[in-house]
């Protein structure tokens, strides 16, 4: 049998407890750090593949939205220019449960390539703009939902309590034949629904 004794000192005891919290630390976070680098290649994998269902500002401009600049060259390669002072920045959830309105909303994105499925229940930023060049007067806005720095949804809308609409963001209202590709409605057309 053998028997060990030390002496202990305060000082070398807490600087030991303070190195090894400080190990499980940077551990943690590496490990936190890991995680995130893994979500953004499956996000990156995700949006390519979204990229190639064949939404055509995807594929020409990046859906990466960290800047005003950005979000507004993202918009313009979808045919629309916006008042970059008008921006509006909110945070809002994607619901849980997407009940009927919301269901045609997420049918819309998907139309254009974005699926809001994946991010139910998700925090994201909702961010709007004043359409300038849209063909008829009123209140005409772009919003786009970013995620992670990252376009994962948009729109063009009108404020109008009546008659407005709501279309993809490739639908522009000059076009022949776009209402039955992905415009949404608040008014009585039949092939249109309400956001």
């Known amino acids: 049998m ?5 002496k202990l000192n305060k000082r070398k005891v807490l600087l030991g407890i303070a190195a090894a919290a400080a190990l499980a630390l940077t551990a943690g976070v590496a490990v936190q750090l890991a995680g995130d680098v893994a ?3 499956t996000w990156g994998s995700e949006k ?10 995807a594929e020409t ?8 600049n950005e979000r ?11 008042d970059e002072n008008s921006c509006v920045i909110q945070e809002v959830i994607i619901p849980s449960d997407f009940d009927e309105t919301y269901q045609s909303y997420a049918d819309l994105q998907a139309r254009q390539g974005f699926d809001l499925e994946r991010l139910k229940g998700k925090r994201v930023k909702q961010i ?9 007067e009123g209140d005409i806005i772009a919003e786009l939902l970013v995620y992670r720095g990252n376009i994962v949804a948009g729109d063009i ?10 279309r993809g963001l490739m639908d522009h209202p000059d076009q022949q ?9 608040t008014n009585n057309d039949s092939s249109e629904t309400e956001k």
Request: a negative charge; aromatic letters at 10%; charged letters at 15%.
């Open 72 to 82: 507004i060259a993202y918009l313009e390669a979808c045919g629309w220019e916006v």
């Open 177 to 185: 034949g776009n209402t039955d590709d992905g415009a949404a409605s």
């Open 61 to 68: 401009v990046s859906t990466l939205a960290l800047t005003n």
């Open 128 to 136: 709007t703009y004043t359409v300038t060049n849209y063909p008829e």
């Open 39 to 41: 979500a953004m290649e």
């Open 157 to 166: 809308c009108s404020m109008k309590t009546d008659g407005g609409f709501t």
């Open 2 to 6: 053998f028997i060990f004794t030390a």
């Open 48 to 57: 390519e593949e979204a990229a190639g269902s064949g939404d055509q500002a």
